[in-house]
């Protein structure tokens, strides 16, 4: 694993290669290599999504140039679904990089029950070593096996399909804006709430001089606290935008085999 970042290389086509390989990376442009990421396909495994999906900056790297990233997020999900072995492989990826700080779904979201399940289980076996977070807009799901544990952060994003089940005044939410004038009282903006503590809005503050979102339980650095962060939309959307089709599926899968794990 490489401290900059893709245990694949961005420009490399892996292809069907990948059945129950697990990829994951450290940073990407703007969260430090202190923070492992792991990602599933954009849009096809966020039940949640709402508005979002016309602006998802996640959209980018499976419609440019970076073939590895798509295959690489594919491979996830087709572990996540299928290998029996997943939540094995995810601890020892995690201890053999070493990170303190592990995000879920830069890309992709919690898809069903399973899954999450599997999520709770890896942060688990990882109480006492590793702290998790990650921002879902599937909200129709029972979260508490996250929320439960003592090193996970759940941040509930509005602008999905389930933005009524979010209660403002007390739950971890974010949100994203077009103007700082939308701003609510009290809300962290960001980048530019970063850019106090690091001089630069562009560089990577995120688990390193930022750790805001990363938790909002007492860690060696955060105190506990509601998080309420709202991020400045500073790209054009994505809008109307054909998703590539995925991969092949893994061989060892039956186009009939719908259970998964």
């Not at 994951?24 to 495994?45: E, H, M, Q, Y």
């Not at 069903?112 to 702290?131: F, G, M, P, T």
């Not at 990650?134 to 799901?141: N, Q, V």
């Not at 054909?242 to 899968?253: E, F, G, I, N, T």
């Amino acid at each position: 694993m490489s401290r900059n970042g893709n245990v694949l290389n961005r420009n490399q086509n892996v292809g069907a290669v990948l059945s129950w390989v697990v990829c994951v990376a450290l940073g990407n442009d703007k969260i430090s290599s202190n923070v492992l990421l792991f990602d599933l396909p954009v849009r096809r495994t966020c039940p949640g999504m709402g508005e979002c999906g016309k602006y998802c900056t996640s959209l980018k790297p499976e419609v440019g140039k970076w073939k590895g990233v798509p295959d690489a997020r594919w491979a996830n999900f087709w572990a996540s679904l299928y290998d029996p072995n997943f939540v094995d492989k995810m601890v020892a990826k995690i201890r053999e990089s070493g990170v303190r700080w592990v995000r879920f779904h830069v890309s992709g979201d919690l898809y069903r029950k399973q899954y999450l399940e599997a999520v709770a289980e890896i942060a688990s076996r990882l109480k006492d070593e590793v702290n998790f977070f990650l921002y879902t807009k599937s909200l129709h799901l029972d979260l508490t096996p996250l929320t439960s544990l003592p090193n996970f952060t759940v941040i509930k994003s509005l602008g999905g399909k389930f933005d009524h089940l979010i209660d403002t005044s007390k739950d971890n939410y974010a949100r994203v804006i077009k103007d700082p004038s939308e701003q609510w009282d009290g809300e962290f903006l960001c980048p530019e709430g970063a850019a106090g503590l690091t001089g630069k809005a562009t560089e990577k503050f995120c688990g390193y001089n930022c750790f805001y979102c990363l938790s909002n339980k007492k860690t060696e650095k955060t105190e506990p606290h509601q998080i309420k962060v709202a991020f400045l939309m500073k790209k054009k959307g994505f809008n109307g935008t054909k998703l590539p089709p995925p991969p092949p599926r893994p061989a060892a899968v039956s186009p009939e085999d719908e259970g998964g794990r």
